[in-house]
């Protein structure tokens, strides 16, 4: 068998076995001041246990993030050195690798809150779905979210492949390949923000609905009601997240 250089889930799950494991043993060796014995530290929020609940809680943390009210909740020290013996994040979130959408600031979240994947326009390979499962069979989120964004330059440069235009330089042009079955499958009207607000819809639905196909163990957390996968768009100017 050609050795092709991906990560395998074999491979990816020990790695992130031995980040844990590193994890686990750092913990260990961790102590206050000489003498004083191991250092007290807060222990994480009761996370939700229900993807409804969950969202709740997202929903919660954009509406201060949209209203300029941002708690910047688990950035201190102390909560950051109560996370060295484990993770216990309550979703998942795949967005769009665009800089003005990051998953933690649009949700107001903190350290150890989100498992966050990022790829321009939510392009699923094998590196993001290993990395999706890793969340939901090994940490065991019980919400996927699958966050696209207004303007969304990943899906501006696939429309602009279907018009005719020229196909993008280098591994740019796999996204676009990866995007182009959703764009063509929005009918062009209205006007140009109208039509990329709709193709943007079509490739976050997409991406969703292809995380829950293609992936078994995705699949077989859903049918079990253990996980939720939902789809969302953010908007650049007011701040807010809309569920699809």
Known sequence: MINDGRLTRRRALGLFGLVGLTATGLAGCSSGPEGSGPAATPTPRTAPTSADDVWAVLAAGNDRFAAGESQHPHDDEPYRESLVAGQHPIACVLSCADSRVTPELVFDQGLGDLFTVRSAGEVLDDAVVGSIEYAVEHVAVPLVVVLGHAGCGAVQATVDVVRGGPAPDGSIAALVQAIEPAVRGVTAGGDEAAYLAACVEAQ?????????????IVHEAVAAGRTTVVAGVYDLESGRVSQL
């Open 204 to 216: 976050v639905r997409s991406a969703a609905a292809a995380l829950t196909g293609a992936s078994p």
